[in-house]
Structures are given as structure tokens and as C-alpha cells.
């Protein structure tokens, strides 16, 4: 029988299938209707929000560097209110898990969002994301101090009934070390991984090109080092892991699989090819097959055992 | 929606030393569009898939044949992601999403006044087509580098469409010496004399505006101090260019001074001009 | 005048100009003399040397990464003994700045190292590599912990007389925290960046394609993080820094010079263009002609002061 | 030698299905190169300089004519690379590092037996037309998929050279059924007899081989037993492919038991076959 169980269970929520699609490079949801429906999708993640609107920085926000992409978006939303009453509403008809991702400057930040999500809000889950490297204060900070990293975490597990997903930033010495504070402080499930932090100057303008200076490099040049990073922290640490990173082809996508990952997250790879997540899934079932393996579940870090 | 688009023509605009290409491509997107679109195409060398350069190019509907099923796309090369475009051949399929975008809005009758700087005069093309449809009068006013610019970027078709033309060149090559700015001026100034005013009973006339951020700045300006409605056809660097990333903002402020972001991608790239804050930091 | 002067001063040395290749890339400098005249750069640095010779990691050793190359050569080298006998005579007949490149598994490695390597062996200058991340042990807690690196870099500094440049790790959470250490253990300069650790798997194989699983990512994949790095260093550290990661043209050059890179270094680029040294000196020349500046040492910086 | 390779010939050599190319190259290397050596081709989609994929790709001489200055590499399609390299265009420049390594050495007199796995029979293709200039007896063992392989694979040029053939196929559809190290023990034991044996009086064989790293192990362990000197010809993932960035070692003993490390693109890709460790774990 070549039918393939597609279906994995991530912090106690049951996925239709692995792939899922990353904060910030899909919007609430919504604006890639037209070209992947959200129902053939495993879940999606949310663009960050944080307790007060923010416009973000200036443009430029994007540069495109060599198989990868730059962005200083800088964690433009409309605030948790509106969050709740213009998006939370559409959220719940969703026909897929959806994850909202919360993003903090302060403990008390992270806390009063969790407070608000809870399980009846209809989402599958919070992501916690304390590694956007974006904001100028704050947010590093709680994703590369283990101890605050730790105390944020378990002050969120304290207020939401919801599953809560750590998500790491790779701008750190000690990957591992940030996995276990995160698993110290309660989180249900760890995401893998932010942007690299990375710049480019315009050589005619003398000038950096965003208009941020920096910005977190995403797209397939920093696939290695999330590869790394999940197979570091699924070496080490008792938790499943969204794996994301430069995933544009269901063989990347089998890649982090093989290295750990549970689940695995698309971001700019939507960018590129729309319908990337669909493809994905497809061939995540191909190999499934062609190796024969019943469930998607079998992958999971298969590439340890050799 | 997410679609191949054939290529049927795919040619030098102009002089080669333009850098300029037409490039039409058949498929369903011409059934929908309307001027002011754009499409994000990627640019690939064919079947391999290459990370290099890693995103689609946003470029605007040139012309738009929903008889045909054709769209065509101008554009000039300036960097890889055109480089690389500018490479595929009849009979390839190239990967386009679209209709994107807003698109600009006709008034039902009056005079559209179009104003274009070099090669933003691409996406107004499409629109005095629709415009000259409508039964609207058509007036464009385009400034470039000189005369070989100018012939080369299509003059010879605005020509075909029996408008009034106001040229403007930089060597006064062709058309009058200066800015495209100086000739808008100086008709708005006719008609409605030197000052500002809000006189509805002269001609009902509209501005739509595409071009260099400094010269849509100044149209605006212009029109303003007129009291002439002006679109613009915003430009800027673009990840999803569906709304889903927000790597493309503007800033706009409403009458109440309040401040916000908008898409260009997804909100845009038409605004209404009064509405944009030109400097962008906020 | 469109004369441009090349030369610069680099922790007391005078380079013909700011062009450099990386040590692990152009062996003990004479692979490459039929495509790249060694009188032409501004300098070269070896390959890294241990105390004692090491065989390195088994093969696959190199693995394609988009943009990017993963090696795991595991710093193969004949050790200190038959450097000095069979390599170091012939560096003094090199036409070029030639610079040491070391590497060891414990202060006294580096010391043994520094010791025998003095100015009247004919170099220019000692790389003090405290950051391949290829060997178990040793290598990466010099370069990823401050106390470690400054004392790593004093203990070289007070038995060589030659200029020391530290060469640093990106895979640490703050690199101007390890720039400070160095440069309080008395380092001349500073080489950023060396590799980020990452990693592939082979999808048919179900197992990690290198033979050492995790290798160091170099080349264009990680040109915006090295520019990042030079530029944080360049705002907070008074030291030359060598600057290096993914450059393949003058234009990636001049983003470093830019960026405030005193000189650049060549590593991955060689293999994909052997003459690129040679096309980068001339495209950095043609970019101060084109921006009328009389000397390359006015490039240095410059996008901090815009 | 950094140095440009026009294209002259670029073909498809047999059947499609084998994804085998024939690709001539006109150039400087010809004049000095020998058989065994290799080039290390920058496979990039034309002149817009990409890093995707990064690397150059060694490819074996598998013909070198100093007379029209031309040498012939033969490839399969087997990944990115010379899926890109495939697009190359007759009239085309390609960029290449080469003559590189050391080749092979031939012997002044006797015969040489070949001994191919796969296409590993490429590169022994021009050895086969030194010997041969050279006077000396050549004998070909090749072993491959079937007899479709065979035949696209070059197998009309080797009757050309009227040499005699050994070939085997795993399906048997052409010559014997098997491996082609199973033949090579045959003809051995045939010469040499069952036993091992340093007869010197026997006639002067020579084996060259190319192939899977377990072929040609096996090929080495016969050779060793009948005291037949082999050279082996290595592949490893290379870098520089000049030796200067330790990529693609191999590990060799020496008859002290002393281990080294030895550069494949450098020191070989031909090496002492005796002198192999097959294992490669050092
Ligand atoms: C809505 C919209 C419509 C456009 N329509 C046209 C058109 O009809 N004809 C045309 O020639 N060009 C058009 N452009 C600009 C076109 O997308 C860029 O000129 C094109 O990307 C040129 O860059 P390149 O890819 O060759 O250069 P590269 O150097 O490869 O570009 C590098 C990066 O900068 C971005 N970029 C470069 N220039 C621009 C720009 N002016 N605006 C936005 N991003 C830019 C690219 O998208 C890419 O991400 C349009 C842009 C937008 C946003
Ligand atoms: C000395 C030498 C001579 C060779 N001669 C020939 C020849 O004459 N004809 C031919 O078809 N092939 C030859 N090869 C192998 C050829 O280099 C690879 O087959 C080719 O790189 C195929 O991979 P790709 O680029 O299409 O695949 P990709 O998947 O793009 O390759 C990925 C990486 O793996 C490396 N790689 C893949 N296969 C091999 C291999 N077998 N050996 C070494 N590296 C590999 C590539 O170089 C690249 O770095 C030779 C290899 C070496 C080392
Ligand atoms: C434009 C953009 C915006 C992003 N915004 C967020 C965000 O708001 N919150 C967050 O946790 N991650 C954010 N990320 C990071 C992605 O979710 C993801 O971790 C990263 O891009 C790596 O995946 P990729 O290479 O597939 O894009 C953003 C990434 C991009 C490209
Ligand atoms: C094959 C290889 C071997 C290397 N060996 C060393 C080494 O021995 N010592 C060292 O300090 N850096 C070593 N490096 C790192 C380079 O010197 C350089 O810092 C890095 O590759 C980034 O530059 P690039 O992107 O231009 O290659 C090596 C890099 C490569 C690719
Ligand atoms: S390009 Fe993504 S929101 Fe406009
Ligand atoms: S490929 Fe660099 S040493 Fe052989």
C-alpha cells in the first residue's frame, strides 16, 4: 500500500501535514488565498505582533544578497487590539492551525499578548518569537541571554492555555544552550530558525542599502546553518522542532526532516514560488513512498541513526 | 493568480543603447488586468532553477489585449534581474503572478492629463489606451535624457494615438528644453492662471503621474496648488508583491494628519498623490 | 590625476595594495602561480598550521550550499616542524606580504607556534586563528569565549615579534565583544570573518553529506553577515581589520572597504575565478579613479560617514 | 592555465535516455596536456556570472588532438552542474583551468589492459590512443548497465581503434553477463594461472582503470595478487583543483605502512594502485 500518513503531531496539536509557512512572510493569512489554499496547508504562522501598533522602519526594507534575501521590516503591525478584533475574528474560519507570533520589549509585553490568546480564540498555537533581530532594543536581548530567554517563556506558559513554541534566534554562540533554556522556561515546541543578522552597502551611494542598515537574511544561502542548528538541537534537547530556513524545494524540506525537525516552515520561499508549500507537500509524499515509509513521522531524524 | 505566460515577442525597444525591451507574452492575465497592474515575473534562466537572483521583478502592464490574451511588459535593463530577463526567447513559458496591484481609476469624462519621466512612461501607455476607449481626451506630458530616449521609448506609438504631446528633453533635442515639470506647469498656468485656486468650472481635468520619486513629488506639488486630482504610480523594492510581507510600504496621511502605511504592492502602486508623504520616514 | 595610490598599512605592514587571499585557500602560496603573479597581491596567508602535523577530517570534505561552500578539511597540515624546514625558505623568496596563519588546542600550542615564527623568518605578519570550527576540541572555545581569545592573544604577542592578527569566529553571539577581547590582548588587526558553522544532508543517503557532518559555510552565502560584522567592529574597535566572506568581485570588495575593511581577502572566490585578485585590483582601482579619490585608503570607512 | 575553451562540437552522444554528452572544445590545453588529466570547467549560463552552482566542475580528457588544438570531454548529466554545462553552445566560450594533474604513465613496452566500470571508460579513451601511437598493445575490459550504455557510450570509437574488447554487461545483453572484474580475473588466471605469483617471465602487463571506487578496488586487490602493476584513477569533490585548498584528499600507505594524505587533483587523479587506501578513513 502506497499511501502515505502525512499527518504529525507538534506540542499536542495534530498538523494535517508537516509544512507550514513562517511569521511575517505570509501575512495574516489571508494574501496567498488566491494562489495556495490554506486548507491543503499543515498550519500557518502569523506576522509578529506586539502589544502597541508599529509602522516599522523606513524603506528600503528589502536587498536581495546571493541566494538570500534581506529585510528590515522591523515588525510593522496593528497591535494586539486590532489584532483581536479585525484579524482574530477571520482566524477562527481558517480552515488550517493557525499560529500567532508574539513579539516583546519587555517581559511585560510578552505576557499581556499571551494573556489575550488563549485556546478558545480559535489559534493552534503561540509562537514566541524572541529573536527578531530587527528592533533595535529588546528583542535581541531575550533571544540571546538564556536566563531572560528562560524567563520569558515560562512567564507566557503561566498566562495562555495555548501550546507555546520558543523561536530561536541563530545570531547566538550556543544554539543548544538557548533550546534548553527555552525547554527550562516550559516551552511545548521550538522553531528554527530567525534570520541571520547582515547588511549590504550600495557601493554607488556610499551608503548602507537599507535604510535599517541591517537586516535578517533569510532564503536559501542560510539553509546550511539552519540545517546545523536543527540537528544540534534535536541532538540535545527533548522537543519537537519546526524547522525553517531557506526551504523552497521538498528537498530541502526532507533535509530538515532528516536532521530533526517535526514540522518544517516556509517563508521566502513563498516569495519565489507561491505555490512552493503545495509542491512540498507533494513531494514530501513522493519520498515517503519511494522509501517506504507509511508515515512522515518515520523521517523524523533519521539522518542520525546512520 | 499564479500562471505561465508564452513569450510571443520579445525584442530590442529603440536604439541598443537603451537598454530597452518589449516583451509580450500570451496568457490569461490580459482577460482581467487593467492599467496600472504590474506583474511579478520570475526571472530565470529557464528550466533549472536558480537562486540567483533570488525574487521576482515587478514590472507594470505595458499594454493590455484581452482579444489576443496578450500583455506586453517595457522595460529597460539595469541590473541582473532584468539582465537575466532579457534573455528568454520566443516560445518559452515564463512564470508570472498577476494582476497585481490597484491599477489606476478613469473619471467617467474630462481630460486626462498623463505625466511621465522616462521610462515611467510604460505604465501610461496601458492607460491612455483605456482612457481613449472611454472617450476621455488624452494629453501626455513626457521629459527624458533627449531625442534618442524619447524615440526609442515609444514615442512613435503615442504618436499612432493622435493625442496632444507636450516633450520635454534635458539637451532640448527634442521637445522643449527642461523638465517634464516646467511644461505641466506652464499649461496648468493657461488655464487656470498663476494662482491657486479651486475653480470646478474650468475643464475637468485629472493627472496621472509615473516616473522618478522627484518628478512624481512635483506633479503632486502642481497639482495640488491646482487643486487637480493626481495618481501615482509608486516604485519600491518588493519580497511576496502580494501584501504578505510588508517589504514594500509608503507612507500616506490622511486630512486628519494621521500617519500609516500602505503596500504599494497590494494597496498600491497607484495612490492618490496627495495622500503620500514623499520623504517616507515615519 | 587619475593615478590611484594601492598601497595601504595594515598593522604596521605596507601592502602594495589591500588584496589578500585566505589562509586554507591558496595552500603555501605557490598552487596558484601559473593563474595569479604572487607580486601582484597585496598579500597571502597559508594555510593554518598546528604544532603537529594533522591528517584533518576524512573526505567528503567539500559540499555546494546555494551561494556557499561547506568544507571540513579539518586543518590538514604538515605541522610546525616541516613548515618551518620545508615551507618557510621558500616564503622568503615570495614577492608578496606573506602572513602566517595558526591554529592550536591549547595556549602553549600557540605559543610553541609564535615562538618559532619571528620577523627574521621572512613574514610579514602571524593570523592568529582562534576560530576554525572544524576540530572537536579546542579551536572554537578560543574563539567564541573573550577571556580565552585575549589570553590566547597575549600569550602570542609576548613571544613574537611579528604584527599578530586575530582571526575571528561569526558563530558567537557578539563579535565586538570577541574584536575587544583581542584587541585587549594586544592584536595588531583583525581578520573577519572566518566560517559559519553549518551543515547538509544527503536525502538519498539519509545521512550528513560531509564525512565530519557540520563544516564551515564560506563564500557570497555569507557576504552580508561578514559585512555586518566588519561594520559593527569598524564603529566600535580602533583596529585594522582585514576584511573577508564571499568576496568574488571589486564590487563586493569595495562594499568591505566601505564597511571599514582596511584590506580584503580572497578565499572561495580563487576557486571559482583564479584571477579574481587580479580583476579585484583593478576593479578597486577603477572605482577610486571613477569617484576621483587619490588613494585607496580614503575608501576605508567611508559608508559610516553618510 | 586559465584559459577559454570555444566550443565546437556539442552533442548528445547515443541514446537520450543515457543523458551522455560529447562536448570539443578548441584551445590551448591540447598542446601539452596527456591522458589522464582533466580540466575543471566553470559551468555558468552564459556571460551574467552566477553562484549557482558555485563550483568548476572536473571533467576527464577524454581526447586530446595537438594538431587541431582540440580536446573532447564526455559527460553525464547527472546534477546541477552539468545539467548547466548541457546548455552550452557550439561558438560559445567556456572558461577552464587546465591541463590539470598528473595523468597517466605508460609504459615503454608490452601491453596495457584497461579496465572501465561505467564511463569511467571516458578518460581511458584517450590512454587507448597514446598506447596505441605508441606502439604498445592495448586490450580494453569494460563493464557496463546494459548494451544500450555500451553503445551510446562510446563503444563503435573503441572497435574503431581495433583493439581487442573484453565487455560485460549486467543484464547480458551484450558480451559476458557480470562484472567486468569478473573477465579480468579470467584473462588473468588464463596468463598467470589460479595461484599468486611475481612470474616476471610472463608477458609485460600493464592495468590502467577507471570506474566505481569498488571496482576499481576489486580491479587492484587481482592486479596486487598477479603482481600487475595498476594505476587507478581517483575522483574526489574538489575545490581549487590546483591543490591549494586540501578538498579532495585521498589517503595512500606506503610499503612502511606510513599513511598520507595526497591531493586527488594534484598529486593524482592517477595513483599506484597498490598505494590506495580504499577505505579512505585516516
Ligand atoms: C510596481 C512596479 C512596476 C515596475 N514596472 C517596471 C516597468 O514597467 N519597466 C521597468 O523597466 N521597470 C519596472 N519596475 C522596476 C523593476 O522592477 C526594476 O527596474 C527591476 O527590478 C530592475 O532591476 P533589475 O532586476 O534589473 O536590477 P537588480 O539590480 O537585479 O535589482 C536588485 C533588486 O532591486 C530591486 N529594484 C531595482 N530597481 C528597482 C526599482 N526601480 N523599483 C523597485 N525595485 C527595484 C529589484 O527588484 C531587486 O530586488 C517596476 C517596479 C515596480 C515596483
Ligand atoms: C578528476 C575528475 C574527473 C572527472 N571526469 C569526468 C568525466 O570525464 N565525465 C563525467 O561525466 N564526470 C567526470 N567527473 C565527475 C564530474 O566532475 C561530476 O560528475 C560532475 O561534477 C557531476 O556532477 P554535477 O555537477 O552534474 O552534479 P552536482 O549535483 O551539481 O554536483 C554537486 C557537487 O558534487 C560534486 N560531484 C558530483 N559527482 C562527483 C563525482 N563523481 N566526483 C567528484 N565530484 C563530484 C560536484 O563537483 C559538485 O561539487 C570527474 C570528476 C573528477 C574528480
Ligand atoms: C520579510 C520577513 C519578515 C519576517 N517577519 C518575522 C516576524 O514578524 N516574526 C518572526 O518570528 N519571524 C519573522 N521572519 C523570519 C521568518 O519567519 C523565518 O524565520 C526566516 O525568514 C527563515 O526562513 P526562510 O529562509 O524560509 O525565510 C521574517 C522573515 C522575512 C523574510
Ligand atoms: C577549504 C577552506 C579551508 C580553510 N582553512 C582555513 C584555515 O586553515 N585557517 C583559517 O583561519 N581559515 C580557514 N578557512 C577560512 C577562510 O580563510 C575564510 O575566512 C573563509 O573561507 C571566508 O572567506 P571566503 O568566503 O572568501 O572563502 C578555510 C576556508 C576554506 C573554504
Ligand atoms: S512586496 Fe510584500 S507586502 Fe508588498
Ligand atoms: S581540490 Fe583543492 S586541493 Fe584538490
Known amino acids: 500500500m502506497d499511501c502515505v500518513d502525512l499527518t504529525t503531531v507538534l506540542a499536542g496539536i495534530t498538523l494535517r501535514n508537516p509544512v507550514v509557512t513562517c511569521s511575517g512572510t505570509y501575512g495574516f493569512g489571508e494574501e496567498y488565498a488566491d494562489y495556495c489554499p490554506l486548507e491543503a496547508l499543515g498550519g500557518i504562522t502569523l506576522k509578529g505582533i506586539t502589544p502597541l501598533p508599529r509602522l516599522g522602519n523606513s524603506v528600503p526594507r528589502l536587498a536581495e544578497t546571493p541566494a538570500g534575501l534581506l529585510n528590515s521590516v522591523g515588525l510593522e503591525n496593528p497591535g494586539l487590539e486590532d489584532f483581536l478584533v479585525s484579524y482574530l475574528p477571520k482566524v477562527r474560519k481558517m480552515p488550517t492551525a493557525v499560529i500567532a507570533n508574539i513579539s516583546g520589549f519587555s517581559l511585560e509585553d510578552y505576557v499581556q499578548m499571551a494573556r489575550a490568546l488563549q485556546v478558545d480564540s480559535g489559534l493552534a498555537a503561540l509562537e514566541v518569537n524572541i529573536s527578531c533581530p530587527n528592533v533595535k532594543h529588546g528583542g535581541m536581548h531575550f533571544g540571546t541571554d538564556p536566563h531572560s530567554a528562560e524567563e520569558v517563556i515560562a512567564a507566557v506558559k503561566a498566562v495562555t492555555n495555548l501550546p507555546t513554541i520558543a523561536k530561536l534566534s541563530p545570531n547566538v554562540t550556543d544554539i543548544v544552550e538557548m533550546a534548553r533554556a527555552a525547554q527550562r522556561g516550559g516551552a511545548d515546541a521550538l522553531s528554527l530558525i530567525n534570520t541571520l543578522l547582515g547588511m549590504r552597502i550600495d557601493i554607488e551611494q556610499q551608503r548602507p542599502l537599507l535604510a535599517n542598515t541591517f537586516g535578517g537574511l533569510s532564503g536559501p544561502a542560510i539553509r546550511p546553518v539552519a540545517v546545523r542548528m536543527v540537528w544540534q538541537v534535536a541532538e540535545a534537547v527533548d522537543l519537537p522542532i519546526i524547522g525553517m530556513g531557506g526551504i523552497t524545494t521538498w528537498q530541502d524540506a526532507v533535509e530538515f526532516l532528516l536532521a530533526g525537525a517535526t514540522a518544517i516552515s516556509i517563508g521566502t520561499g513563498n516569495f519565489v514560488n507561491p505555490q512552493a508549500p503545495l509542491e512540498i507537500i507533494q513531494g514530501i509524499k513522493g519520498y515517503c513512498e519511494k522509501h517506504g515509509l507509511t508515515s512522515v513521522r518515520n523521517l523524523v531524524g533519521l539522518a542520525h541513526k546512520g | ?282
Open chain 2, 1 to 282: 493568480m499564479l500562471t505561465e505566460g508564452l513569450v510571443v515577442v520579445h525584442e530590442c525597444l529603440g536604439a541598443a543603447d537603451q537598454r530597452l525591451r518589449r516583451l509580450v507574452l500570451k496568457g490569461p492575465i490580459a482577460k482581467t488586468a487593467k492599467a496600472g497592474q504590474f506583474v511579478a515575473v520570475l526571472v530565470q534562466d529557464s528550466s533549472i532553477p536558480s537562486y540567483d537572483p533570488l525574487l521576482r521583478r515587478p514590472i507594470s502592464l505595458a499594454e493590455i489585449s484581452p482579444d489576443r490574451d496578450e500583455i506586453t511588459l517595457l522595460y529597460r535593463i539595469q541590473g541582473r534581474g532584468t539582465e537575466i530577463l532579457a534573455r528568454a526567447r520566443c516560445g518559452e513559458q515564463l512564470s508570472l503572478m498577476g494582476p497585481l496591484g490597484q491599477g489606476f481609476s478613469l473619471p467617467e469624462v474630462g481630460e486626462l492629463w498623463l505625466v511621465a519621466g522616462g521610462i515611467g512612461v510604460f505604465p501610461l501607455y496601458a492607460l491612455a489606451q483605456s482612457a481613449l476607449d472611454q472617450g476621455l481626451n488624452v494629453r501626455l506630458f513626457w521629459g527624458g535624457e533627449n531625442q534618442s530616449f524619447l524615440i526609442s521609448a515609444g514615442l512613435p506609438a503615442w504618436q499612432a494615438l493622435e493625442i496632444p504631446l507636450n516633450l520635454s528633453t534635458l539637451d532640448g533635442t527634442l521637445g522643449e528644453r527642461g523638465l517634464v515639470t516646467e511644461q505641466l506647469q506652464g499649461r496648468l498656468s493657461e488655464l487656470f492662471g498663476h494662482t491657486k485656486q479651486e475653480n470646478t468650472s474650468s475643464p475637468q481635468i485629472r493627472v496621472a503621474t509615473c516616473g522618478p520619486k522627484k518628478m512624481m513629488q512635483a506633479v503632486t506639488e502642481l497639482c495640488v496648488n491646482y487643486a487637480v486630482p493626481v495618481q501615482v504610480s509608486l516604485e519600491e523594492r518588493m519580497g511576496c508583491a502580494v501584501g504578505a510581507c510588508l517589504g514594500c510600504v509608503c507612507t500616506l496621511i490622511d486630512k486628519a494628519g494621521t500617519l500609516s502605511h500602505k503596500k504599494v504592492c497590494q494597496d498600491g502602486p497607484v495612490f492618490r498623490g496627495e495622500e503620500v508623504v514623499w520623504d517616507g520616514l515615519c
